[in-house]
């Protein structure tokens, strides 16, 4: 595959040479180190010497490069690892769109620079300019990428292997039974009714989202968590209609003729979310979260907490478990955790699933009223 061609500003321009200041005067950037080097405003002699300095740190990588067709880019590898060893791992939707940031930053920090020229010290410099939780994440999409990279000899080695993971300070806190009541009741019939689901069901945001009447039958409310879907067999549960479950999903039922049991009506119906939307009434996950800031900010229930401290919607999963741990019922369980049942699913490659019955009986009263 072809690199990715150079932007019209750099056109014309040897590796590692940029024009910068609009184009009157130009850079280097070392491929050893990744420091940058003011080269001047004449461009003949930034050429020559950047020409100069690549036959010396790049140990002839230009001349073989002219020979082979050009070296392949980590921007252009991307799009090959996201076209290609993406799709068969069948990520969930928001893994997905957490990818895509994360791909997006790497290819603003490394354009067209050539895949087997990126160094330690270009992925830690990447790194140390991001927050714990982000550096994290961009460390473990280029430990993947490079691995591949390095399987189909693109690069002779994985430098973001040899970086060291951040240590991600938790400071959110959990939910206190008095925060999220006023919460419940500063938010609007639909949001009132994903709390009360979460709750009882201990499920995550997009499976509570993601939950529809038709799973309702058989004496049950059959979910398939869509984190663990694919890779582990610990998500397939039934949920049996106890008299607090089945009293929450008639709670999700109203004029609005919707197939999810947590559905809203928007305020202005937009041509282009409705194509991008399985049904048009159908709560995503990130207005989800922005509902539930707006309701708590509301609510004033934590406002002696700072901003980072601020618990959003996917604590009260956990505000759940404990709660099912303090009534003496078995909350892991209902969480969707590993069962010995879920092992056989796994062994039998899905052919004849087998749901791990659960009961939610947890009584919500003292917070939804």
Known sequence: ?????????????????????????????????????????????????AKQLNSLLMGGTDLVS???????????????????????????????????????????????????????????????????RGANQTRALLVDVFNHAASKGLCPDNPAASTIPKIE???????????????????????????????ITAQRRGDVLSMKFSDVHDGGLHVIQSKTEKASDAGWIKFALTKELAAVISRCRDDIASPFLIHRKPERKKQSQARGKEHWTKVEERFLTRAFKDARDAAGCYSKWTEAEQPGFHEVRALSLHLYKRAGKDGQRIAGHTTEGMTRNYQKDHNDIIWSEVVADLDIKEISG
């Open 169 to 199: 300070k938790k400071t959110r806190k959990r939910h206190t039974i008095e925060g999220l009541k006023a919460i419940r009741e500063a938010s609007p019939p639909w949001l009132q009714n994903a709390i009360d689901l979460a709750l």
């Open 66 to 132: 002219g020979v082979m067709g050009g070296t392949q880019t980590l921007y252009s590898f991307l799009d090959t690892y996201e076209r290609e060893i993406l799709p068969p791992r069948e990520l969930a939707k928001a893994t997905l769109a957490l990818y895509k940031v994360r791909a997006k930053q790497i290819k603003a920090a490394f354009g067209d620079q050539p895949i087997d020229q990126i160094t330690i010290r270009h992925i830690a410099e990447m790194l140390d300019g991001m927050t714990a």
């Open 1 to 49: 595959m072809s690199p990715r061609p150079r932007s019209p500003r750099h056109k014309g321009l040897p590796p590692n040479l940029y024009a910068n200041n609009g184009g009157e005067s130009f850079k280097y950037r070392r491929p050893d180190t990744g420091a940058w080097h003011g080269m001047g405003t004449d461009r003949h002699k930034a050429v020559q010497a």
